[in-house]
Nanobody, 122 residues
Framework: QVRLVESGGGLVQAGGSLRLSCAAS????????MGWFRQAPGKERDIVAA????????YYADSVKGRFTISRDNAKNTVYLQMNSLKPEDTAVYYC???????????????WGQGTQVTVSS
């Protein structure tokens, strides 16, 4: 089992940047495909980005392509989400998640962090 803890959320003005971190403990992060999800009030939780175990493959939702970058440092057991050119519609609670399955759409994620709030003001 792996435990995930997100950090780096906060309040930022539109056009600004934030970097989220997800630190893992309990098991080696390199065993897991990792994803970042977000959930805005009254909306479903949606995937934002995902990265394969090695970091060689990534996926981005259309709404964040070109603005967000997912990366991982397996030696530090940490996954990152660099968010640039933030928009008010990016406001949500952001969660990181882990799955032992290969990267792919609709993959079930088994382990979740507690979430970190990102608020983008206009």
């Amino acid at each position: 089992q792996v435990r995930l803890v997100e950090s780096g959320g906060g309040l930022v003005q539109a056009g600004g940047s934030l970097r989220l971190s997800c630190a893992a403990s309990g098991r080696t992060l390199s065993s897991y495909t990792m994803g970042w999800f977000r959930q805005a009030p009254g909306k479903e939780r949606d995937i934002v980005a995902a990265i394969s175990r090695s970091g060689g493959s990534t996926y981005y939702a259309d709404s964040v392509k070109g603005r967000f970058t997912i990366s991982r440092d397996n030696a530090k057991n940490t996954v990152y989400l660099q968010m640039n050119s933030l928009k008010p519609e990016d406001t949500a609670v952001y969660y990181c998640a882990a799955t032992p399955r290969n990267l792919g759409l609709g993959v079930k994620y088994d382990y979740w962090g507690q979430g970190t709030q990102v608020t983008v003001s206009s």
